[in-house]
């Protein structure tokens, strides 16, 4: 046993059907990626939520929007604003 599983353990694991937050999340994360390619990658996690609860009827945690965006290398182009020095 490399990984201190028995065979039948690993091959039950292997045959369960993904679960309803798992399938949620792929959902979810397809949406956030097209919010986030319609808005030039400008929008951050907090302005895709805010789009995210306004199309659905049910809200959605920012944090959960976060941890997808960072599993997934998805971030918002960050430009500073024109300062003028002289």
């Known amino acids: 046993m490399v990984l ?3 065979r039948s353990s690993y091959y039950a694991w292997e ?3 993904e679960s309803n937050r798992t399938k949620s999340n792929k959902i ?3 949406k956030i990626q ?3 390619e319609k808005s030039n990658k400008v929008y951050g996690s907090t302005r895709i939520m805010k ?3 306004t199309k659905s009827n049910h809200p ?3 944090k959960r ?3 997808l965006m ?3 290398g998805i971030r918002s182009k960050v430009s500073r604003k024109f300062k003028a020095t002289t």
């Open 4 to 6: 201190s599983v028995s």
């Open 60 to 62: 959605i945690n920012h």
């Open 34 to 36: 097209d919010i986030h």
């Open 70 to 72: 960072s599993e997934n």
């Open 51 to 53: 789009k995210l609860t």
């Open 65 to 67: 929007v976060e941890r």
């Open 28 to 30: 979810l994360l397809k």
């Open 15 to 17: 045959k369960r059907p």
